[in-house]
């Protein structure tokens, strides 16, 4: 059993501090000890250690790399008219096997944990209808998504059980890696838990002609963490508002899955859709033996990452290491002609421990020809510039509340904290006052990052972004164009435990 994963994050983005740790009570206080001996998360000093430390339970026995990777299913649409392709989702609780000879009850887009995929192209409209067979309200957002106010899915537009809604996208936007989760007030946390999000793409011409790997090789890894109990179930700590990490990491559903993959390139569109974990991405090559076998190959391969959170990048960026907070999406291009028959490449997560710190394995298997190629140059991303004004957006916890808080404030949805005119461009500056990292996300837009405590950022963060990890005690400068739509849209942290508590917040795109 691993110990302290529950805090790993805390130390996630440098500045390991065990003052992170410190932080972590105050937020609990609306917890009975009756609560708190009910979900088995009180020690003996009666402090509040996380359940996993106490009973010592891990459900999840299953061997690293036995259980083949599964690729959620392409939704198809119920009806296709010469603009628009409607879809129709049954939102509803199913008996998956996620560990074998296991039942785990999840919360599933047609019942499936991830959901189906949806794939459309860029200007192609697309209705989907999402009809709430759940006993509880949830709602659907899409992230990523230049969208209407009123299809954003914000946190108080919940669908009642028995009851469905219509969002409608435009998809006026480029090639992107999105996806769509719950965004239900106090709830998100609970519902993606459960199994309620999904990969969306868009496609384009511009990203077509480029003949990136397509089709079976172009493939969707939504990484996820969760704890199981002894029969199969999942295990939320539903009262921490810090967050949770996971002891057993699944790809797409499946725990640490093995894929076999052909002697050619692949795209990996890698999504973190963890509630709370980090991860730091890397490439190794298996056992000691094998690259004792294999002097001539480096035991660490680079991870050639060509987009992230809205896109393309400009240019393929070599990187030894890509880490990749909640909410983010980094795409990849691996391409296993490089490596012998029989090789076996590990997917790690070097923020990891035990368990935790292998995330996949690629085993190299079969002969086939290649038709895909990697272009020097991926797509021009123009460089934003001309912001009209700057704001600070201070990320703090509230002590005497126990809140996380966004410039001192917990979320009020009849409080607008800032009001962007149509067609400017802004300067946020992101502000961490605490001892934790947090995956920022704004809604509407795709931004761009000038710096990191004033330095520029690495080749791999000069794309599009809609989501951006701010370590303990930094600042990041973002760029932003409020364009498309007036409204109101939600800005916040995306571990989904401090978004549910409360640190949230609204801006406005005014005429
Ligand atoms: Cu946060």
Same mark, same amino acid.
Not at 364 to 390: C, K, N, Y
């Given at each position: ?61 299953? &061997?690293? %790399? ?161 704890? %199981? ?69 480096? &035991? ?36 296993? &002609? ?73 979320f009020d949805p009849q409080r607008v904290d800032a009001q962007p005119k149509l067609g400017s461009t ?13 995956? %920022? ?63 949230? &917040? ?6």
């Amino acid at each position: 059993m691993e110990t302290g994963t529950v805090m790993q994050y805390h130390h996630s983005w440098g500045a390991a501090s065990g003052a992170a740790r410190m932080e972590a009570p105050v937020n609990r206080r609306k917890i009975t000890r009756r609560d708190a001996l009910a979900l088995g998360i009180v020690g003996a000093a009666g402090l509040f250690v996380p359940v996993r430390h106490v009973l010592g339970i891990d459900g999840n026995t299953t &061997a690293p %790399f036995q259980i083949p990777l599964r690729i959620p299913p392409v939704l198809q649409p119920t009806r296709v008219d010469a603009t628009t392709d409607y879809y129709e989702v049954d939102i509803k609780p199913a008996r998956v096997e996620i560990l074998p000879g296991k039942q785990t009850t999840i919360w599933g887009y047609n019942g499936l944990f991830p959901g189906p995929t949806l794939k459309t192209r860029s200007g192609r409209n697309v209705v989907v209808r999402q009809v709430n067979n759940l006993a509880v309200e949830i709602n659907v957002h899409l992230h990523g998504g230049f969208v209407a106010p009123e299809h954003d899915g914000g946190p108080n537009e919940v669908i009642a059980p028995g009851s469905y809604r219509d969002y409608v996208y435009p998809n006026r936007q480029i090639a992107s890696t999105l996806w769509y989760h719950d965004h239900a007030m106090h709830q998100t946390a609970r519902n993606v838990y459960m199994g309620l999000g999904g990969f969306y793409i868009i496609e384009d011409d511009v990203e077509k002609q480029l003949n990136l790997p397509r089709g079976e090789y172009d493939v969707p890894l939504m990484i996820q963490d969760r704890i %199981f109990n002894a029969d199969g179930s999942f295990s939320f700590p539903a009262h921490n508002h810090d967050g949770v990490n996971g002891d057993t990491i699944l790809v797409n559903g499946t725990p640490q899955p093995v894929f076999k993959v052909a002697r050619r390139k692949y795209r990996f569109r890698i999504l973190n859709a963890s509630n709370s974990r980090h991860y730091e991405l890397a490439l190794n090559i298996g056992s000691d033996w094998r690259r004792r076998r294999l002097p001539f190959l480096s &035991a660490r391969p680079p991870l050639i990452q060509i987009g992230s959170d809205g896109g393309l990048l400009q240019v393929p960026v070599a990187r030894s290491t890509i880490p990749i907070g909640v909410a983010e999406r980094v795409e990849i291009i691996v391409d296993f &002609a490089q490596f012998p028959f029989g090789s076996q490449i590990i997917l790690e997560n070097k923020l990891g421990r035990g368990k935790t710190a292998e995330i996949m394995r690629f085993d190299v298997a079969q002969a086939v020809s290649e038709d895909s190629s990697l272009p020097s140059t991926l797509r021009t991303v123009p460089a934003l510039s001309g912001a009209s004004i700057t704001r600070d957006i201070e990320l703090s916890m509230n002590l005497e509340r126990g809140e996380w808080v966004i410039n001192g404030k917990s979320f009020d949805p009849q409080r607008v904290d800032a009001q962007p005119k149509l067609g400017s461009t802004e300067v946020w500056r992101i502000i961490n006052r605490s001892n934790v990292a947090h995956p %920022f996300h704004m809604h509407l837009v795709m931004f761009q990052i000038l710096d990191r405590n004033g330095v520029r950022p690495s080749a791999g963060e000069t794309g599009w972004k809609d989501t951006v990890t701010v370590g303990p005690s930094e600042t990041v400068r973002i760029i932003a164009k409020f364009d498309g739509y007036t409204g109101k849209y939600m800005f916040h942290c995306h571990n989904l435990q401090h978004e549910d508590h409360m640190m949230m &917040a609204q801006f406005e795109v005014v005429p």
